[in-house]
């Protein structure tokens, strides 16, 4: 029963994930357009987005915790939920990333004259692929580990 158990968090897991992608999706869809009422920018709407996405990751994170708190404590599994411990971690970073950077394209926008936004929003985008690439990393390093529960 406590494969069964471990398989079925497992898959909510999966399911909190494409809910995030999803989510990220929508922060960026609103930012593109928000980005594109310049130059008298809709922040009032963009705001109410920021605070719904926020809403959609707490409730996310808060999700994951729980499941992790599961694995750890119920089903005997800490290899598992350290997993989601640092994928939580890694999450966070890229939610962060992912503001900084949106600020920095509309700096990089509001004055395309300043080569130091140019180069924030480079960079910015090199650390949030490295981010990604740590985030699928842990994913691999969870199922390969969860695959002894099959």
Avoid: C, N
Wanted: hydrophobic residues 35%; without cysteine.
């Amino acid at each position: 029963m406590t494969g069964e158990a471990v398989k079925a968090l497992l898959r909510r897991l999966q399911a909190l994930q494409g809910e995030r992608a999803e989510a990220y999706r929508l922060f960026e869809e609103g930012h593109r357009a928000y980005l594109s009422s310049a130059p008298h920018y809709d922040f009032p709407r963009y705001r109410q987005l920021v605070h719904e996405i926020t809403l959609a990751f707490s409730g996310i994170s808060r999700e994951v915790l729980r499941i992790a708190g599961r694995l750890r404590d119920e089903l005997a599994r800490p290899d598992l939920a350290q997993h989601l411990a640092r994928l939580q971690e890694r999450e966070q970073e890229k939610l962060q990333l992912t503001a900084q950077l949106q600020l920095a394209r509309q700096q990089a926008q509001d004055q395309p004259d300043v080569d130091a936004h140019q180069q924030e929003v480079r960079e910015l985008k090199h650390k949030l692929i490295k981010t990604i690439e740590a985030i699928s990393e842990i994913l691999q390093d969870l199922k390969y580990d969860s695959e002894e529960v099959e």
